[in-house]
């Protein structure tokens, strides 16, 4: 009866525009629906940079290898999806991490098949975190954990060092401005741990975030999140 009421007074919208949806059960509207752009299946074996290489593996991934054992996402970060994802992450709307997380345990129940149990959001550094009131990673991975049946503990991984925004950054910029800006606890050591985040784009990040939980003794580190840039034409 509860959930009744708040579905009256609050009708389910879609996670991209906003437009009240008929009814619930569904996460956009039947427009954005069909603006959705999966990830393609040929993509890189290691990090999911959509397209074919050789032996599988992107440039990108051939030259450096990443600490992390696999990184994927379901959609591309085009359309509806990334407007979703602005929504959620700049513009106040943190309960788009419920809907979100039901998604992403959805889109990527095979990949879950063989991941970590223990997720492990990308945190915000604390003055990021004061300035926005949420840390929308951290709110995916519960989400995520509560639709799935895993963990999300918290204090796992840590931003130490405050970094700006990667957004129109170069490539070599991104990676030098994530560069030891993360520590991770001792508790991971001997631990198998997925980082979950809500974008992923070069990697630098991811690769930033996996070195810490490595050095502090993870044994296995996977990436997941909800979309996927293409970043290598």
């Known amino acids: 009866m509860l959930k009744a009421l708040l579905d009256l007074l609050y009708p389910p919208s879609c996670i991209a525009c906003a437009k009240v949806l008929p009814g619930p059960g569904a996460f956009f509207c039947e427009t954005c629906d069909t603006a959705l752009e999966r990830l393609p299946p040929a993509c890189c074996r290691t990090c999911a940079e959509p397209g074919t290489f050789p032996g599988g593996a992107c440039p990108r991934c051939r030259a450096a290898p990443p600490p992390f054992s696999r990184a994927w996402a379901p959609f591309a970060h085009e359309g509806p999806m990334a407007r979703a994802i602005h929504r959620f992450k700049y513009e106040d709307h943190p309960e788009l991490a419920a809907p979100l997380g039901e998604l992403l345990a959805a889109e990527a129940r095979s990949f879950l098949g063989r991941a970590p149990e223990f997720l492990v959001a990308l945190p915000l ?25 895993r963990e999300a503990p918290m204090g796992w991984l840590t931003r130490t060092r405050e970094t700006q925004r990667q957004v129109g950054l170069s490539e070599a910029e991104r990676a030098s401005n994530v560069a030891e800006a993360f520590t991770a606890s001792s508790t ?46």
Do not use: P
């Open 125 to 149: 550094h604390t003055r990021r975190y004061h300035a926005r009131k949420y840390d929308q990673a951290q709110l995916l991975a519960g989400a995520l954990a509560k639709a799935t049946g």
């Open 188 to 233: 991971v050591k001997g631990r198998e741990v997925l980082l979950v985040d809500d974008v992923f784009t070069t990697g630098s990040t991811a690769r930033a975030a996996a070195s810490a939980l490595c050095e502090a003794g993870a044994v296995r580190v996977e990436v997941l999140t909800v979309a996927r840039a293409f970043t290598l034409t």
